[in-house]
């Protein structure tokens, strides 16, 4: 019995001077790593990448050819491979999902840092306060494409367009005081106004008006849709107000 064939791939490349092509990098780990022998072919200098394309009528590289069939690019090769193919529009929480583990994370480590123990009263607050601290630095990334999504569900901002530009600095500005445990008589009140305006407005355009929007809540590029998750980072903001009223951090 004889072993089977090694699978074999050419790949080829842009390797520029000033340019390595990070897709053609990909596409050389992805055959790596599923066990395909690479002949890896760099094209070197702008005209023999032009000359490359000319020749295959394609527009981009890299490009894989596998047993003398022409695979295509890096998202034709991960297809061909077996494996999923993100749609870069495609509606994803993952996002926020990561913020959020993150933040759970950054506060645990915190407590422990302070209080010897991750799991104390004060990490549940931190974590309220970086995920507004962390969301409100997504936003003010591009000020002008958050306050453009946010005004196609928040009720305020419909109706005085500039508070669109001013939630994100009130967001920010209410978490770094939470996390100081300073000037809670301005802290609580930021965060329980626009916490209530934008569960408010979540609920509206979502759970009465079945409406469906992209979530400016992690930045105006985001393809987070806007429905429950959107509705509890509000909530948390309300839940975190009306806790530090009546159990003020010291």
């Known amino acids: 019995m004889t072993d089977a064939a090694p699978k074999r791939a050419i790949l080829y490349r842009m390797v520029l001077p000033d ?19 690479v002949d890896d072919r760099p094209l070197r200098t702008r005209a023999e990448t032009d000359a490359f394309k000319a020749e295959h009528g394609v527009k981009t590289t890299p490009q894989t050819f596998i047993d003398g069939r022409r695979i295509g690019g890096h998202d034709d090769l991960t297809a061909f491979l077996g494996k999923p193919v993100r749609d870069p529009d495609a509606p994803s929480y993952r996002p926020v999902i990561a913020l959020f583990a993150m933040t759970a994370l950054m506060a645990l480590a915190a407590s422990y840092a302070v209080h010897g123990t991750p799991f104390t009263i004060r990490a549940g607050e ?3 306060a970086f995920s507004m601290c962390v969301l409100a630095l997504l936003k003010l990334q591009d000020i002008e494409r958050f306050s453009t999504m946010f005004l196609t569900y928040d ?17 920010g500005g209410a978490g770094v005081l939470m ?16 916490g209530t305006i934008g569960a408010a407005s979540v609920f509206k355009a979502v759970y009465v008006e079945r409406r469906t929007l992209k979530c400016a809540c ?6 987070v849709p806007l429905g429950f998750v959107s509705l509890t980072e509000n909530v948390m903001m309300v839940a975190m107000s009306i806790w530090m009223v009546f159990a003020p951090i010291h």
């Not at 340019?19 to 055959?31: D, F, I």
């Not at 009720?155 to 967001?171: D, H, N, S």
């Open 218 to 223: 992690v930045g105006g590029s985001s393809n």
């Open 19 to 37: 340019h390595v092509c990070p897709y053609g990098l990909k596409s050389l780990h992805l055959l790596r790593k599923h066990g395909y022998q």
């Open 126 to 128: 931190w974590f309220v």
């Open 155 to 171: 009720l305020l901002a419909r109706r005085w367009v500039p508070y669109g530009r001013i939630y994100p600095f009130a967001e």
């Open 179 to 194: 996390i100081a445990g300073a000037l809670t008589w301005l802290s609580a009140p930021v965060a329980l106004v626009i």
